[in-house]
């Protein structure tokens, strides 16, 4: 969880700095000239909207980046026998919660610009690809993506967030990071 964490603040930190493009990689397969326009105006779209929004999503991300990296490095050290990570773990997971929380919220514009953006890439492609028949059955799927997304991945992080958080505050979890904290002396 933290290293997935980690990984999305860093992409998107890195998208604000200029240094991905995401263009490039899903607008590149489209073959014919049309649809591909049609991709990079979704793309235009997108790029604005997150302009727009930089002074709400680059904070989010960094607070992501910074809970993400905590989250691995309190969990090594936890497992490596450092007293009191599973009290500092504990917390910034429930931080992790609340700022995840949080980003759904205040940056649901730019995701939903970068989802349109995403899954009409992903609609010109699957048509491109399939006999008309064919993409008659997918393409529904595919739309009805827009609206599922957001919700459901909202749903599996503060999921994933409330069940480490029951594991950490749970006996057998105390006793494993007393024990790992306190490693019986070995005999002569």
């Known amino acids: 969880m933290g290293a997935g964490l980690w990984t999305e603040g860093c992409s998107t930190l890195a998208f604000y700095r200029g240094e991905t493009d995401y263009k490039a990689v ?14 990079d105006e979704r793309y235009e779209h997108f790029t604005e909207v997150a302009d727009a929004a930089r002074n709400r999503v680059v904070p989010m991300a960094a607070a992501i980046f910074v809970l993400g990296a905590s989250m691995l490095a309190l969990s090594a050290l936890g497992l490596g026998g450092r007293r009191n990570t599973r009290h500092a773990l504990v917390q910034v997971v ?22 349109d953006w995403q899954l009409e890439g992903v609609l010109i ?10 993409f008659a059955k997918v393409a ?5 993506a827009r609206q599922v997304y957001g919700p459901f991945w909202l749903l599996l ?6 069940l480490v958080l029951l594991a950490l505050t749970r006996r ?15 005999g002569p």
Not at 157 to 162: E, I, K, N, V
């Open 157 to 162: 992080q503060t999921t994933a967030s409330g």
């Open 26 to 39: 899903l607008n590149a397969p489209i073959r014919d000239e049309a649809n591909r326009a049609r991709a």
């Open 94 to 115: 429930g931080v992790q919660a609340a700022v995840v929380l949080a980003q759904y919220y205040l940056t649901k514009d730019v995701r939903m610009a970068k989802l």
């Open 140 to 144: 529904p799927g595919i739309e009805s």
């Open 125 to 134: 492609q699957q048509q491109e690809a399939l006999p008309p028949e064919e």
């Open 172 to 186: 057998r979890s105390r006793e494993f990071f007393d024990v790992a904290a306190n490693p019986a002396e070995e």
